[in-house]
Every structure is written in C-alpha cells, then in structure tokens.
C-alpha cells in the first residue's frame, strides 16, 4: 500500500523538475547516488517502450564560457570516464557551434555527453504506479501519516484512520525527516532546495538540439536549457534553500535572471513567449548522498535525501530497495512483469489527435482531446484534482493557460475533478 | 486536397464579416474554419452590451453581435471544430476534425484567428500556482457560456477597457471584487471609467501597484503587492488578469510568414497582405487591441481587397 498525503501522487517534490534521464556523468564517484542513477538509466531504456514512455536521445552539452570553465573541462571527461561513461568528449568552438547553430558564439568548447536525454517527468512515475496496482499493490490518497507505534508490526495514525503493517519504507520526500520520526529521531534534516524553471513555447525548439549544460559548481549543476519532451524549451533550475516545504513560489526577479540567462545562452530565445512558469522542491539534507539505510530490527526502510536526480534513479533506487527488503525481511516474489502502458503526451510519437479519428481538440495549445481527457478521469489512479489533470493530459498548460478551455475542461471533468 | 476561392481561418467578427462581404461581392467558393464549435468567436462569451450599435444599427450583447454574424453568412461554408495545423507556401492549409487531417487549399487564405490575454506565467508573477488565476476569456466562459461561476472573491488585475468587461461579467453573477489592481499611476481605460468602477461597481481600484505575489497552495488565497510604496494583502479566491490583449499567433510563428516583433501579428502592407501574397490578415490578429466593431470593419476592407486581387488575377 501506497500512502500519499498530497491529493495526488507527484504532487510534492517530484512535480516539478527538470525532466532528464541522467548518464551520471556527473555524479560523485563512489556515491549511491551514482549507482542507483546508472542501474535507473539502464532499466529505464529497457523498459520504456513496454510502458509508452518517452525517450529523447537529445545528448547533452557542457559549455565553457570562459577560459576557468575551459580548463575545467578535461576534469568533467575524466570524472565521466571514471564513472564509466565512457563516450564522453571534448569538442572545439567549431564542432560546437556546427551540432549548436543557435547557441551564443560566446561558447568556447564543450563535452559532449551523448546519452543523456529527455523524458516525461510525470507519465514515468505514473506508468510504474499503474504497474504497482496491477501487480496487487493500492494507492491511498489524501493520506498523511501522522505518528505510529511499533510492537513487531507497525500501527500507524493516518488522516485516514489507523493503518497497521509489517514494515514502512519512508520515501516521503520533502516530509522525509518529519516521518523518519516516528520511528528515531532523523538523522538528517530535510531543508528543501528551490529550483525554478521557465518554459519557452514551442517554436523554441527549433534553436537547440542537446542539453546545454554550464560547467557545475560545487553546489549546483546549474542552469540548463533543454527542449522538452512536449516540445517546449525549459530554462532553470535556480537553486535557493527554504524552510517552507510545500510552498514552491516564483520570483520575478528570479525568472527574469532565468531569462536573461537563457537568451545570452541561446539568443533566440529573445523572439519566443514565455508559455509557462513552475518551481520544484527538491529534498536536500546536510548530506550530499542518498539516505537509504535498512533499520531491520524495526522493520523499516529509509529512503530520504533523493535531490535533483530522483526521477533518473528513481528505477535503480527501487531495485536498491528491493535488495535491502530481501536481505532483511526475506525475498521478494519474482513475478512476470505486468505492462501497464501510459497514454503519450509527447511530440515525439503521434498524439492522440493525429491518431483518433473523430476526436475533438480541447485544449488547442497542447492539442488535448476530449478523450485523454476524459481517460485521465477513468482507469486505477484517476486524476482528482486540477494538477493531477494537467500533469495526466497537458491541458491548459499551453501558451493560453485555459483562456480557451480551461471552463469546458472543468465542464467535462465536473464532479470528478475537484478545483 | 480541397479547392477553394478564400480559406478564412477564424468565425470571429473579422472572420465573419470578410465572408458577408465575399458573398455581396459575388465570391461564394468560400470556407471558415474554426476550432470552436460555435461560430461568433470572442464575443459569444460576453454576455453585456455594447456591440452592433455602429455595424447592425441596434444595441446589442455580445451573443445577439455573434448570431447576428453568423446570420450574415451562408452556414454551409463553415467548417466548425477544425483546427488549423500548418500553413503552407502559396495558400495550403492542413487542417484536423472529426474526420482526421486533410489540406485545404486557398487561392487565398485569410487569417483572421484573433487575439488572447497574456496570462499570469506571461508576466511572470511572483508566487504560488493555485487553482483560481486566469484571464478574463476563461471566466466569460465559465460564466456565459457554462453558467458556472469559478470564484465568489476575486480581485481584478488590469484597468483596460477589456477589465470593465470583467466587471460586467461579474455583477452578472452577482459577485462583487475584492478591488481592481492596477500597476500604473492611472487607469489604462479612459479616465470617466475609474469613476464607473468605484461607484458603478463599488469596486475600489487601486494604482500604483507593484511586485504583486500571489499566495496559496490548492486554491488561491491572498495577492500580495506593494501600493504607494507600502506592503498590503488582500484575501481573494480568485486572480483575474485581464487585458495586454495579444495577437493568437501560435500558428504564425511555426509557418514561413514574416512576423512583426512589436506586435507579435503578421507583417501585412496596406492592403492586409502578407509577406506570402497568397496570405491576408486582419481583425485582432493583425494588430490588437480592437473592438468587435473594428475587427467588424476590417473583415469588410480585407474582403475587397481579396476581391480585387482576385479579380486581377483572372483578367
């Protein structure tokens, strides 16, 4: 069983990030981190077809600005070769700007890291819940654990109602602390990290083909600029700490930093609208790595601490989990996958308005029918609320922002969909 | 493919009226394609009056403006819940409906789709992103055309001409704002209205506001913004951002037409032609921000224009 406390799955820490499947290239070498984002990545691309998730080869770009970040470079392709991606490579001003017409000429070089790529942020987590749910497994929303007691098995108080089990594993986030509590006091603090992203519309793609990554600091990968798999053109992520754990706000000033970042980077980015603005929380702790840890005796599995590459590892932490569960608790059942493919949401594949016939547009800037949006509304984990909707169907996501459906999806959704 | 004379992209005022005026000028092979399905466009979701007056010689409402000019024109030549997908060189239009894609093409093609309001991710407002903030369009067609009302306590964002549209759409449903935030000095609309606001509406309207905020997690809460210079607050269940009235030119900027920066509409010479001569435009698409009236007018003088050229072009 499955408990959320928001109104919906995704909607916390992982609603709002910046869509990548990780190479680890990057990553600390030795770290949990690094290995439950390589195990993610290759379970990823094994399974995607079979769960009608998209994959984006867009290949990455670090770009040095200037002569420090150029001499940075050869460190990032040895980390990479040592983490064992081992296709990463310098390229000159000239092979950059050729692959990355649009790109300032500013640019010095770059390493080219030719397996990072583009996902779907909210189809993947929610194509593995469907697949949760027909292995046997249930969802319980609107459901925040509010303490426990254990006694050999666990009796924990929900808002909805006592709940008892044999053992917990904590993923809860940007609460991941609060509910480590109820079984020791944490070892980690959550202290959430804000990242704030703005997408370009859609004719913004056309002027990059890769990811363009800045050379990282020590405490940020920086802002990346990268098309997104519904087209789109996303700047960001800021990286600002705060104690507030739900409220992910925008700032002006922020955004417009964002921006005029963006078009130094990418100085067609100038001519394109704004089409939307979002912020993430990412659940940062004192420590760098993952916090996974088995406490057997008590029956249950931390897993907190999971920053800006949840959705990457997200695949390889399970699999990490699964292994802590089985040497502690006893195997697991190693049951035939059941596939549990999700509707495309993506310009890669046709959409549902190229390939039904007799369908009806709603949303006419992200080119929703009325029947995904009516199947968000069906199905195991239906959408019941605004956010939920947007993230299952894209609708009044686009450049409009519901000015020209935003009545008529509520009308269709009404008594399903909660405002 | 589909032939025709005129493709008329948009059953707007400007859209509608060039088909009336097609028709009186003998040019019958036409087709208006719309992706609502209902013809009238903006003005079929507001609800007060105000229009007709110039162009049909009586006042009317938005919806009796609409009818009126869908009655002008022959309804066998709209193509209703199509979308437009792609414009093609030289007059072909993909288009998708209930039967799937197909091209249609146009010895001319006249681009008549409008214009929307900037939303809130537009102007980049600080904040939250709860349920409650939009655009006048969105609550005219709660209201009018789905007879919902989406918030009981709103504030109003914006003093345009187009924000006293939103006051009327809600004292139709009998709510009465918060107050009318405003970021200049003055109002955006001619002074008399401020007037009309505070004591037409008893609605307070506040100028001079800046670093608005907007406060909430589900649902919108508060808007936090500084007036003269002082921090306030104001509780509110709804944000509506009105007007900064702007051409729907989606389709434009993926298409081979040059486009005018400052407007963001189409770059068209005197007689509404583009920089493909195979394309016209005109009404809110061309240049915002105009009245149903005007867009009304232009519709009428982009039609003989198509008509002279068309004309030309037989000889």
């Known amino acids: 069983m499955l408990l959320e406390a928001g109104r919906d799955i995704l909607s916390g820490a992982s609603k709002g990030n910046s869509a990548l499947l990780h190479t680890g290239f990057d990553a600390p070498d030795g770290s949990l981190e690094l290995a439950c984002m390589q195990r993610g990545y290759r379970e990823y691309l094994e399974i995607h077809e079979h769960l009608n998730l998209p994959l984006l080869k867009s290949g990455a770009v670090v770009v040095a600005w200037n002569e420090q970040e150029l001499e940075q470079l050869h460190v990032i392709i040895s980390k990479a070769h040592g983490n064992g991606v081992t296709d990463v490579r310098q390229i000159d001003g000239n092979a950059l700007r050729r692959n990355e017409p649009g790109l300032s000429t500013n640019a010095l070089a770059g390493v080219c890291v030719p397996g990072e790529s583009i996902i779907d942020p909210w189809s993947a987590p929610l194509a593995y819940a469907h697949q949760g749910i027909a292995h046997g497994g249930s969802v319980v929303r609107s459901c925040e654990v509010l303490s426990g007691n254990f006694d050999g098995v666990w009796h924990l108080q929900t808002t909805q109602g006592p709940i008892g089990c044999d053992r917990v594993i904590n993923a809860a986030g940007n609460f991941g602390d609060h509910v480590e509590a109820i079984n020791r006091p944490p070892p980690f603090t959550v202290t959430p990290r804000k990242g704030q992203f703005v997408v370009f519309d859609k004719p913004a793609s056309r002027l990059l083909n890769a990811i363009i990554l800045p050379v990282p600091t020590e405490r940020t990968k920086g802002i990346v600029i990268c098309r997104t798999a519904f087209g789109n053109v996303l700047v960001g992520p800021t990286a600002e700490d705060q104690q507030d754990r739900r409220a992910a706000e925008v700032d002006q000033a922020s955004l417009k930093n964002l921006i005029t970042r963006g078009i130094e980077i990418l100085p067609g980015l100038a001519d394109v609208d704004v089409t939307a603005l979002y912020a993430g929380l990412r659940p940062a702790t004192q420590f760098k790595d993952y916090q996974i840890e088995a406490q057997a005796e008590r029956n249950w599995i931390t897993v907190a601490g999971i920053r800006s590459t949840g959705l990457t590892s997200a695949l390889g932490i399970a699999e990490h989990v699964a292994g802590l569960y089985a040497e502690h608790f006893g195997p697991l059942d190693d049951a035939q996958p059941i596939w549990t493919p999700v509707a495309n949401l993506c310009e890669q594949a046709p959409r549902a308005y190229q390939s039904e016939k007799g369908t009806e547009i709603i949303c006419h800037c992200e080119s929703v029918t009325r029947g995904e949006i009516e199947a968000a509304c069906e199905g195991p984990l239906p959408a019941v609320d605004i956010g939920g909707l947007k993230r299952r169907t894209r609708a009044m996501m686009g450049r409009c922002q519901g000015f020209y459906c935003s009545a008529q999806v509520m009308a269709l959704t009404h008594g399903k969909i909660n405002p | ?315």
């Open chain 2, 1 to 315: 493919m589909t032939r025709h004379d005129v493709i008329i992209l948009g059953a707007g005022p400007a859209g509608l009226s060039a088909a009336a005026e097609l028709h009186r000028l003998g040019i019958d092979d036409v087709v208006i394609v719309d992706r609502e399905h209902t013809a009238g466009g903006i003005p079929r979701h507001c609800g007060h009056g105000g229009y007709g007056l110039l162009q049909f010689g009586r006042w009317m409402s938005g919806p009796e403006f609409a009818k009126q000019l869908v009655d002008n024109i022959n309804v066998d030549q709209l193509k209703l819940g199509h979308t437009a997908l792609k414009l093609e060189a030289n007059g072909s239009v993909q288009i998708t409906g209930p039967a799937g894609a197909h091209t249609l093409h146009g010895r001319k093609v006249l681009l008549a789709m409008g214009a929307r309001e900037t939303p809130r991710s537009a102007r980049l407002v600080s904040g939250t992103r709860p349920w409650g903030v939009m655009t006048t369009g969105a609550l005219q067609q709660f209201v009018y055309l789905h007879g919902k009302t989406p918030c009981q306590r709103p504030l109003v964002i914006g003093s345009e001409l187009v924000s006293f549209s939103t006051l009327l759409t809600l004292r139709h449903v009998g709510i009465k704002p918060v107050a009318m935030i405003e970021e200049h000095s003055r109002i955006s609309a001619w002074r008399p209205a401020e007037w009309i606001a505070r004591l037409g509406f008893g609605v307070p309207v506040l100028t001079d506001c800046s670093d608005l905020r907007i406060l909430g997690i589900d649902r919108v809460e508060a808007l936090a913004f500084h007036h003269r210079g002082k921090r306030k607050q104001l509780e509110c269940d709804g944000i509506i951002f009105t007007g900064r009235i702007r051409p729907e030119s989606a389709l434009l900027t993926q298409s081979h037409l040059q486009i005018d920066p400052h407007t963001q509409g189409p770059i068209t010479d005197a007689l509404f032609r583009c920089s493909d001569p195979a394309y016209f435009a005109c009404g809110n698409l061309r240049t915002g921000v105009k009245t149903a009236g005007q867009c009304w007018r232009e519709g009428k003088t982009a039609a003989r224009a198509i008509h002279a050229k068309l004309k030309a072009e037989h000889v």
